[in-house]
């Protein structure tokens, strides 16, 4: 069961960017799909970002094009680059991990996923 620690979260001003790495424990970091969520204060907890085993991507419609997903299984991190960052995308941001057999899926649902960090907070100033 891996154990995820995020960070690289802080403060920055519209149109900057920020890199958030996720760092599992554990020998099979290779065998879970990777996910990055967010949640604004007074929401609900949203999909930004996944990445399959064997590195397929998926985003929401909101940060395509913005931000960049990437793992390292050698070193069991899995990153995500945030660039052009608007005042919308001030969230608590969380790392997940999901286990499954096939290697070329890549969940978008939070019920998929069944390991998570504890978040690390991004905020945007206009």
């Known amino acids: 069961q891996p154990q995820l620690v995020e960070s690289g979260g802080g403060l920055v001003q519209a149109g900057g960017s920020l890199r958030l790495s996720c760092a599992a424990s554990?020998?099979?970091?290779?065998?879970?799909?990777m996910g990055w969520f967010r949640q604004p204060s007074g929401t609900e907890r949203e999909f930004v970002a996944g990445?399959?085993?064997?590195?397929?991507?998926r985003y929401s419609n909101s940060v395509k094009g913005r931000f960049t997903i990437s793992r390292d299984n050698a070193k069991n991190l899995v990153y995500l680059q945030m660039n052009s960052l608007e005042p919308e995308d001030t969230a608590v941001y969380y790392c997940?991990?999901?286990?499954?057999?096939?290697?070329?899926?890549?969940?978008?649902?939070?019920?998929?996923?069944?390991?998570w960090g504890q978040g690390t907070q991004v905020t945007v100033s206009s």
């Open positions: 997940a991990a999901a286990n499954y057999v096939n290697i070329a899926y890549t969940p978008t649902s939070g019920g998929e996923y069944g390991y």
């Open positions: 554990g020998r099979t970091f290779s065998g879970y799909a």
């Open positions: 990445i399959s085993r064997i590195g397929g991507t």
